[in-house]
């Protein structure tokens, strides 16, 4: 796209403040606030920590910067065509949608699955639901798999979304959180197949809705009788060449 978006943006510099705020206190008392911010799903679960289902979309690992480098560029790169044309309160309303929808996965996987007192922080899930948008609503753009090899997005989404199941059987709460990028495919197809951004306008429009479909029903009406007329006042119509008039339909 030609130019930044106002979502996309200012996701971009809050995840990027806080990073840095993140990397210079990790080692302080401010850096042990930062911990309760993560994900932790016994936390969730015993303590009812329900914000970290929120607050950890937008903490990084101070480690290092590749982890906050590849989302950022995901965002940017699969999120822009899609505020673009969703405009920025839908657009926030499906990262949101995705990324508290992968940390409730996150939570309900460890429990049956993982270790419960695994800590989970990261865009991830949010960006992998922008990536299962991006891949439904703009399925024959060529992108570039791992940076390197050009593949169409639908084919990139299936590809990435068979790892990160795969990856999501044998994880044990490891380095990578793949029950995030796999809740963030889950949760950006439900919200795409059951058109959860369009509710709203459902509800408050459906009057409008009635009127006009009633409308169409009335013009094909007509449309229909107009026909019927034609058809049985054809067979006496006369071109200008004197030939019958069975060109009406």
């Known amino acids: ?16 403040v806080l990073f840095v705020v993140y990397f ?10 930062f911990l309760l911010l993560g994900l932790v799903p016994r936390s969730v679960l015993s303590s009812f920590a329900i914000w970290q289902l929120f607050t950890y979309m937008f903490l990084h690992s101070p480690l290092g910067f590749g982890h906050i480098l590849m989302n950022m560029l995901s965002l940017w790169m699969f999120g822009t065509p899609l505020e673009s044309i969703w405009g920025t309160r839908r657009f926030l309303q499906f ?8 940390g409730i996965c996150v939570v309900v996987l460890n429990l049956f699955f993982g270790s419960l007192d ?3 922080i990261g865009a991830s899930g949010a960006i992998y639901g922008t990536l299962m948008a991006f891949g439904i609503l703009f399925p024959k753009v060529t992108t570039y798999f791992f940076g390197l090899f050009p593949i169409e997005a639908r084919w990139m989404v299936i590809i990435i979304g068979a790892i990160v199941f795969l990856s999501s059987l044998g994880d044990s709460g ?5 029950f ?6 889950v949760f950006g197809y439900i919200w795409l197949r059951f058109n959860l951004g369009h509710k709203a ?10 009127q006009q479909r009633y409308k169409d029903w009335k013009l094909r009406r007509a449309k229909k009788k107009f026909q019927v007329y034609l058809k049985r006042h ?6 200008k060449r004197g030939g019958p008039g069975d060109w009406i339909q």
């Open 95 to 102: 990262y949101f949608f995705c990324g508290v929808g992968a």
């Open 201 to 210: 306008k459902i509800r408050t429009d459906w009057r409008g809705d009635l």
């Open 1 to 16: 796209m030609n130019h930044m978006t106002t979502g996309v943006k200012w996701l971009l510099i809050v995840n990027s």
């Open 180 to 185: 995030a990028h796999l809740g963030g495919l």
């Open 174 to 178: 490891g380095a990578v959180s793949h």
């Open 234 to 239: 054809g067979s006496s119509t006369q071109d």
């Open 118 to 120: 695994t800590r989970t």
């Open 24 to 33: 210079l206190s990790a080692r302080t008392v401010l850096g042990d606030f």
